[in-house]
C-alpha cells in the first residue's frame, strides 16, 4: 500500500470511528433520508439554512465504514458554506467519484480530507455507499432552491 493510500485509509477511519456533526436537528428547514437497497446503507440527513448559508447539518448515518466516513466529511465540508459552494463541492465529489470530473483538481485546504474519497473510487461497488449523504445534501439543497 503506498504511503498516499494509507493516508486516506487512515483519515476514512478516522471519520467512520470519530463521525462529526452526528446527531438530529430538533426543527431542521429539510429532512431527507436516504438509502443504498444494494448495501443496506442508510442516511438521515438534517439541514438549517440561513440567509443563503447552511448554517447547521447534522447526519445519522448506518452501514459500511464509507457511507459514514464520507457523511462525516460531508458535514465539515460544507458547514457554513453559502449554498452555491456546497454544490460545487458536492459537483467536485461526484466529479472525482465518477469519472466525470478531473481527478488532478487540488482541493482547498479546508477541503483536503476529502481527497480520500479518491480511493473509493478503486472499488466501483463502493461508489454508492461514498456518494449517498452527497446526494441526499443535494436533494435538501433542491428543496429550498
Not at 476514512?12 to 470511528?17: A, M, P, Q, R
Not at 461497488?125 to 439543497?141: G, H, M, Q, S, Y
Amino acid at each position: 500500500m503506498s504511503l498516499a493510500d494509507e493516508l486516506y485509509r487512515e483519515t476514512i477511519l478516522d471519520h467512520y470511528h470519530h463521525p462529526r456533526n452526528q446527531g438530529v436537528i430538533a426543527d431542521p428547514a429539510v429532512k431527507i433520508e436516504g438509502v443504498n437497497p444494494l448495501c443496506g446503507d442508510e442516511v438521515t440527513l438534517y439541514v438549517l439554512f440561513d440567509d443563503g448559508k447552511i448554517s447547521d447539518v447534522k447526519l445519522q448515518a448506518k452501514g459500511c465504514s464509507i457511507n459514514m466516513a464520507s457523511g462525516s466529511m460531508m458535514t465539515e465540508a460544507v458547514k457554513g458554506q453559502e449554498i452555491g459552494e456546497a454544490t460545487e463541492v458536492i459537483d467536485l465529489i461526484k466529479g472525482m467519484l465518477t469519472g466525470k470530473g478531473n481527478d488532478d483538481v487540488e482541493l482547498p485546504e479546508e477541503l483536503e480530507d476529502l481527497e480520500s474519497l479518491k480511493g473509493v473510487k478503486k472499488y466501483p461497488v463502493r461508489i454508492k455507499c461514498a456518494l449517498l449523504p452527497w446526494n441526499a445534501l443535494l436533494e435538501a439543497i433542491d428543496t429550498v432552491k
